[in-house]
């Protein structure tokens, strides 16, 4: 070859091993196993290339005569050896690893510097410490995304595109990358292009599913709005008289220190102009909201105690100036309740002593409650603590208000960002509230509806367990609970108060899942009112009782003590032979507890069940749960001398097998039936001699495992 073939030759030579040397300091596996399989290719062509020039060399040099006749031999050219090379290739590669490590350092540094100057808001020197990372380090992702981040607040958006197409030239699966091209689309108005980037993030990690839906919805409201808003526009500059009329009562309210009766009318007459959504982004677009709402006049009749007659037309013409603006408008809606002043003025209004004001202003809160977005806002803006007791007392009050206020809170029920807040604020928050209506449900007595769907609402949140805990924890809550019952607790009641007892002990059996020293100290208690219920001719009432004594006497010794002396067991095997499956659930299951826990109910179970034949046949059942109460039950009554004796005609040997040798898949409820089926056949020898027929002291040894 020429020397200009060998220069070209080396100079590519050295081009791919930079470029192997670089993918070896990958910080990605991929690029490092492709380098050294790059690497593996090139040393063995190497090799073989020196080998076979070797050879030439050799030869040449043995046979090489000296033209001018001497008998010297030219020397073979020096060459790097294989292992030479190899050595170099290590040695740059340590060099560039460690210069690597230096350089990702300083380039951290930086960001770190970078990420202090974004947190006070200086995002020009943001960026200028982003930008001097990637100087040290190119392919730093993370400083592409918060430079981008630093744009997007500067409103520099195609910066900030293009610095989230780098960071996805480093990650193609960066989903901060997406996010902030996302809304750097949205801001210049790229709406197709923003849901694309967003959608993107879905297909990287689907658990981000609620996070896209939330930054979709943000693109919708924004291309709502600027539709509106074009919309609105095109009516103003085409002078329509609606549009003109407008924006001149705007001019006209924008006047300060006018009479209440000034302000009243224009926004009566304004009320009466805003007919249709451009006519509500025209009210928004022209100002409207801070004219209206940094009034010092108009705020004095939003916020006064005392108000004379004018005053209250004013703050009447408000609420229903800001009803008419929000309804079915998203935009004005998050500009009205963003205001720094709007919350206080809600929660002034909804505690006004003047009816039509707290109407007016809960009719409000019913348009934003509606939507998802609404029902955002609401919750964004106002305390949900103060705002949930507010709602509450007003719906002990006697007249449309009060179903209002249910219908919100409801709706507000609904949103996951309320139970989420209540998880850690329950206690304080709404629990006095909802206490203070159970104490008072004698008071509203005329909205028995209302009531009944407040108590519903409870009963879903008892549905989250760190909710129902703190119900559960407070003995005043019981206390209210177990009061209004005693005020309900009558065979006459009619229908809607049934139905509100029936609520209560519905709700008392969600919080009797809990385990705690509440229950117990209540226990007795609890039982007294249950006890007078088990009879309730309501098949509800009497089966949510027995489900709540099911749950309270097993935490609760001297509860189990007085059922049985008020005569539980004869109510409940009377409830076993005419219940239906839920009833027998749990009615077998306060049964079991009972004889466990005394002798005295082991007898009366004989008494009242004649040779247990209600206890056998309910060992049919297919609820394993059921099944395995009762095998339970009966254990226990095989301890009582005589008692066994009783079954000898019937098939009980046989269906304890069954359950004990497989049928059932529940292991408590093989264990509950091996003990029973060992008991009864220790307490009566002649059931031993059936059991060795049917081979039932192997199925006995194999349920060994099960008892503990």
Not at 368 to 382: A, D, N, P, Q, V
Request: net charge neutral; aromatic share 4%; hydrophobic share 35%.
């Amino acid at each position: 070859m020429s020397e200009d073939q060998n220069l070209a030759k080396f100079l590519m030579d050295v081009d791919e091993i930079s470029d192997i040397l670089q993918d070896l300091n990958s910080e990605e596996a991929s690029s490092q196993e492709m380098s050294i399989l790059r690497a593996e290719q090139k040393l063995a062509f190497l090799t073989k290339n020196a080998d076979d020039q070797d050879g030439i060399r050799t030869k040449t040099n043995r046979t090489l005569i000296n033209g001018s006749g001497s008998s010297s031999v030219r020397e073979p050219k020096s060459e790097m050896s294989q292992d030479s090379f190899i050595t170099l290739l290590e040695q740059d590669a340590c060099e560039r690893a460690e210069k690597r490590k230096q350089d990702k350092a300083l380039a951290n540094a930086l960001k770190d510097q970078g990420n202090q100057a974004f947190a006070q808001g200086d995002y020009q020197s943001a960026i200028q410490r982003y930008s001097e990372g990637l100087e040290k380090l190119k392919d730093m992702q993370v400083l592409y995304t918060n430079r981008a981040q630093a744009y997007i607040k500067l409103e520099k958006y195609d910066n900030a595109i293009s610095d989230c197409e780098w960071a996805l030239k480093c990650d193609d699966k960066c989903v901060k990358a997406y996010v902030h091209m996302g809304k750097a689309h949205l801001a210049l108005k790229k709406y197709e292009e923003a849901r694309q980037c967003y959608k993107k993030i879905t297909d990287i990690d689907d658990t981000k599913e609620k996070l896209v839906k939330g930054y979709l919805r943000q693109v919708d409201l924004q291309e709502k709005k600027d539709i509106q808003e074009q919309k609105a526009l095109r009516d103003l500059e085409a002078g329509v008289e609606n549009a003109v009329s407008i924006t001149q009562l705007l001019t006209k309210l924008s006047r300060e220190e006018q009479s209440p009766l000034y302000y009243s009318g224009g926004i009566q007459l304004l009320v009466q102009a805003l007919k249709d959504c451009r006519a509500q982004t025209l009210f928004r677009t022209n100002n409207g909201f801070n004219i209206i709402g940094d009034n010092c006049v108009i705020q004095r009749s939003l916020t006064s105690t005392q108000m004379d007659t004018i005053e209250i037309d004013l703050c009447l013409s408000v609420l229903s100036l800001w009803d008419v603006v929000c309804r079915e408008n998203e935009e004005n809606q998050r500009l009205l309740i963003g205001r720094p002043d709007v919350n206080n003025h809600i929660f002034a209004m909804m505690i006004s002593p003047i009816p039509e004001i707290q109407q007016k202003t809960l009719t409000l809160l019913n348009v934003y409650s509606t939507t998802e977005e609404g029902r955002f806002l609401l919750l964004k803006h106002l305390m949900p603590s103060r705002l949930f007791e507010s709602l509450i007392k007003c719906v002990t009050l006697k007249d449309g208000r009060a179903s209002m206020a249910m219908d919100i809170l409801c709706s507000l029920t609904q949103e996951e960002r309320l139970r989420s807040h209540f998880r850690t604020n329950f206690t304080s928050g709404i629990l006095p509230s909802f206490t203070y209506l159970l104490k008072n449900l004698n008071l509203v007595e005329v909205n028995m509806e209302d009531c009944l769907q407040c108590l519903t609402v409870m009963g879903h949140l008892t549905e989250d367990g760190a909710i129902r805990r703190q119900m559960a924890g407070s003995l005043q809550f019981w206390d209210s609970c177990l009061l209004a019952i005693d005020e309900r607790n009558s065979p006459s009641l009619r229908e809607g108060c049934r139905n509100i007892l029936a609520t209560i002990l519905g709700l008392m059996f969600n919080l009797s899942l809990e385990t705690n020293s509440e229950i117990k100290e209540r226990g007795v208690d609890i039982s007294k009112r249950c006890l007078s219920l088990l009879s309730h001719k309501d098949g509800i009432i009497a089966t949510r009782t027995v489900g709540i004594l099911s749950r309270v006497l097993p935490q609760c010794s001297a509860a189990v003590e007085l059922s049985i002396k008020e005569g539980i067991i004869k109510k409940l095997i009377k409830l076993l032979k005419t219940g239906g499956n839920k009833m027998s659930l749990h009615a077998v299951k306060v049964l079991a507890v009972c004889t466990k826990e005394e002798t005295q109910a082991k007898r009366e179970v004989l008494k009242y069940d004649k040779s247990f034949s209600t206890l056998v046949t309910i060992l049919c059942s297919e609820d394993e749960v059921t099944v395995g109460n009762t095998a339970l039950c009966l254990g226990n009554c095989f301890d009582l001398p005589g008692a066994a004796s009783t079954l000898l005609q019937t098939d009980i040997l046989k269906l304890l097998l069954n359950h004990a040798g497989g049928a059932s898949k529940k292991p408590s409820v093989q264990q509950n039936a091996a003990i029973a089926l060992g008991k009864l056949c220790s307490a009566e020898p002649r059931f031993m001699m059936q059991l060795r027929e049917l081979h039932g002291i192997e199925i006995l040894n194999s349920c060994m495992k099960y008892i503990k």
